[in-house]
């Protein structure tokens, strides 16, 4: 079982910036694709950015150019460094972690707010 734990959510004005972390419980980033998700109420969950074992990057349109993926693989922790934030981008960020054999684990997320 892997565990992911997220923080770093905040209240933000527009165009602000943030920096999410999740921290796993064990030694997965340089096998697993890591990722961040996002979900608004009334939405679906939808793919922000995921990171491969090799470290192909892969951004959704709707925030390529704002946000960077990256990960500490000593430290078993990636980052979601999200810049020029825009009150659409409020949403719960969940992390996300997916098996070479198909398992997807969640994090429990974690809450990011853009207004004035």
């Known amino acids: 079982q892997v565990q992911l734990v997220e923080s770093g959510g905040d209240l933000v004005q527009p165009g602000g910036s943030l920096r999410l972390s999740c921290a796993s419980s064990?030694?997965?980033?340089?096998?697993?694709?890591m990722g961040w998700y996002r979900q608004a109420p009334g939405t679906e969950r939808d793919l922000g950015a995921e990171?491969?074992?090799?470290?192909?990057?892969n951004y959704a349109d709707s925030v390529k150019g704002r946000i960077t993926i990256s990960r500490d693989t000593a430290k078993n922790t990636i980052f979601l460094q999200m810049n020029s934030l825009k009150p659409e981008d409020s949403a719960v960020y969940y992390c996300?972690?997916?098996?070479?054999?198909?398992?997807?684990?969640w994090g429990k997320g974690t809450l990011v707010t853009v207004s004035s």
């Open positions: 996300s972690a997916k098996s070479p054999t198909g398992l997807h684990y």
């Open positions: 064990g030694s997965i980033l340089s096998v697993w694709i």
């Open positions: 990171v491969t074992s090799f470290g192909r990057i």
